[in-house]
């Protein structure tokens, strides 16, 4: 299944840009919204406002992953003061969450729904089986801006 991918460049807010990202992509499908989202990999640093230990949070992530709903990660990246790296995936089917090699980066990106990373490099990388998805996130001036 092939499957389409946009560049972002961040401006330098990280965490407001992956919640900005995410309702767009919820206005483009509003199903989305209750899909589930799993974090699998993350770097970054919390804000004081953060619940709980971050280091903790980052080890489950990182070790395990976490499984989240859309409201409950739009609140979360409201406590992270900046994002360094992040793999966060977004599919009806919780069986493809998981952390893919550099060698499954294809399986990964032909089969999940919605695949969004930061790069420590300044920019994100959204995926979608569905093309059209992405061309309209690709069309939303607030995202490029």
């Known amino acids: 299944?092939?499957?389409k991918l946009l560049k972002i460049n961040s401006k330098g807010d990280e965490t407001l840009e992956l919640i900005n990202i995410l309702e767009t992509i919820v206005i483009i499908n509003p199903k989305v919204k209750k899909y589930p989202f799993a974090i699998v990999s993350l770097d970054g640093s919390s804000n004081e406002i953060f619940k709980g230990f971050f280091i903790d949070f980052l080890k489950k992530v990182?070790?395990?992953g976490v499984i989240i709903t859309f409201e409950d990660i739009k609140e979360k990246f409201k406590e992270i003061f900046q994002v360094y790296d992040l793999?966060?995936?977004i599919d009806n089917n919780v069986k493809l969450f998981k952390k893919y090699s550099n060698q499954e980066e294809n399986i990964m990106y032909e089969n999940v729904y919605i695949t969004i990373?930061?790069?420590d490099?300044?920019?994100w990388e959204i995926s979608s089986v569905d093309e059209s998805l992405i061309d309209l996130l690709e069309k939303q001036s607030s995202l490029l801006d």
């Open 121 to 123: 490099g300044g920019f």
């Open 117 to 119: 990373a930061y790069f």
């Open 87 to 89: 793999l966060l995936l």
């Open 62 to 64: 990182n070790d395990d």
């Open 1 to 3: 299944m092939p499957y």
